[in-house]
């Protein structure tokens, strides 16, 4: 009976090493649960300070920058137009350019071939 006794001793150890592994397991879960959440808080506080700041950097600049963008967005579309313009204007050109190198054929064989095929023949 000591043979049985001893592995019932070892039987309950097993079962209690892996209660204690299984309680670890979820402690370390937890604890990394709640660095996520101190790390999430950590961030989202830099996040805005870091918006303050440049929010009071934008304003001591000269305010909300809608004059510049007003500035930008005109200069875009004056840009846009200008090339609108030089398309419409030479895609005439570009088209004719194209048609002329398609259509344009060569009917004169290369000197190159001529002794290619010379040399090939034997004459």
Excluded: H, W
Aim: aromatic share 4%.
């Amino acid at each position: 009976m000591n043979s049985g006794s001893g592995i019932q001793e070892l039987m309950a150890a097993e079962t209690r090493a892996s209660q204690i592994v299984a309680e670890a397991r979820i402690a370390r879960g937890d604890r990394m649960k709640q660095a996520q959440t101190d790390a999430d808080e950590l961030i989202a506080a830099y996040r805005l300070e870091q918006q303050d700041a440049f929010d009071k950097a934008t304003n001591a600049s000269g305010g909300s920058g809608g004059d510049a963008s007003a500035k930008l967005q005109a200069e875009t579309n004056k840009n846009i137009q200008a090339m609108q313009g030089q398309f419409t204007k030479n895609a005439q050109k570009a088209v004719d350019v194209l048609l002329s190198k398609c259509c344009e054929v060569s009917l004169e064989v290369p000197t190159a071939r001529i002794r290619s095929t010379q040399k090939l023949y034997g004459k």
